[in-house]
């Protein structure tokens, strides 16, 4: 059996010391980078050189930015890539359609991964869709994702919730229409997929059930890419994400 691959965690918050525990609990060699921030008097290059160094440094093969989405993401990424490492990014993305490029080319010379963690992706009744409805031609997709702890951070609920649905809708059923999505913070728990046809539910996903160990799945499907296995959920589908994401908000602010 291969050596467990070792990782390094960018990050110092909540998610980063989740990440922490999850990765060693697996068994995965991990370290952490704490001083994440671009300095004030900083440039962008010796930004991306001092995080390459401390990535390099860490002996890790993975990079797992555990950090907010923002600008500040491609640099990481960068500099991940740059420092030979393969590297996985939390959603959303909000890279344009030439970053993404860039990163993906990048990668692909250096013969590296980049993934977006969309964890539901790899939820066994979500692959289930996928193998069944043949795209979700004639069907509509409906989401609530309702979040009951606190959230302190700045990105908007449609953003950092929706987009879980929105993968699952481009993964799964990307030819289905929207018929609802409703995604909120400070609301009694919910994390529910279905779909209709002819006005009818006739399936429904209870994200909940079975994903006790979705993110070590995740993690599992992303070290076997390592070895030549498929896995879909780069830049690329999180750009497709975005994009849709864009023009759910667009009609909704049109209403």
């Known amino acids: 059996?291969?050596?467990?691959?070792?990782?390094?965690?960018?990050?110092?918050?909540?998610?980063?010391?989740?990440?922490?525990?999850?990765?060693?609990?697996?068994?995965?060699?991990?370290?952490?980078?704490?001083?994440t921030r671009q300095r004030p008097s900083e440039s962008a290059p010796s930004y991306l050189s001092r995080l390459a160094a401390g990535m390099r440094v860490s002996r890790a093969e993975i990079a797992w930015l555990c950090v907010s989405p923002g600008p500040h993401v491609s640099l990481m990424i960068q500099a991940a890539l740059e420092a030979g490492l393969h590297v996985i990014a939390e959603k959303p993305w909000y890279g344009s359609a030439m970053d993404t490029e860039r990163l993906q080319a990048l990668a692909r010379a250096k013969r590296r991964l980049i993934g977006v963690h969309f964890e539901y992706l790899v939820h066994a009744e979500v692959e289930r869709w996928k193998s069944s409805f043949c795209l979700g031609a004639g069907l509509r997709f409906g989401g609530h994702f309702f979040l009951g702890r606190p959230y302190h951070g700045d990105i908007p609920a449609i953003?950092?919730?929706?987009?879980?649905?929105?993968?699952?809708?481009?993964?799964?059923?990307?030819?289905?229409?929207?018929?609802?999505?409703?995604?909120?913070?400070?609301?009694?728990?919910?994390?529910?997929?279905?779909?209709?046809?002819?006005?009818?539910?006739?399936?429904?996903?209870?994200?909940?059930?079975?994903?006790?160990?979705?993110?070590?799945?995740?993690?599992?499907?992303?070290?076997?890419?390592?070895?030549?296995?498929?896995?879909?959920?780069?830049?690329?589908?999180?750009?497709?994400?975005?994009?849709?994401?864009?023009?759910?908000?667009?009609?909704?602010?049109?209403?």
């Not at 929207?178 to 399936?203: F, H, K, N, P």
């Not at 429904?204 to 599992?220: A, C, N, P, T, V």
């Not at 070290?223 to 690329?236: I, K, N, S, T």
């Open 159 to 255: 953003d950092n919730l929706g987009c879980h649905l929105l993968a699952i809708r481009e993964f799964a059923v990307p030819a289905s229409e929207i018929s609802e999505m409703q995604c909120v913070y400070g609301r009694a728990d919910e994390r529910l997929v279905w779909l209709e046809r002819d006005g009818q539910q006739i399936t429904s996903i209870d994200l909940f059930q079975g994903s006790e160990r979705i993110i070590q799945e995740f993690m599992k499907n992303a070290e076997a890419a390592l070895e030549g296995a498929a896995f879909p959920f780069d830049l690329d589908f999180a750009l497709r994400v975005a994009n849709q994401l864009n023009v759910l908000k667009a009609r909704s602010s049109v209403v």
């Open 1 to 35: 059996m291969a050596e467990a691959p070792a990782y390094v965690i960018l990050g110092r918050g909540r998610w980063a010391k989740k990440m922490l525990s999850i990765l060693g609990g697996e068994g995965r060699p991990v370290t952490t980078i704490e001083e």
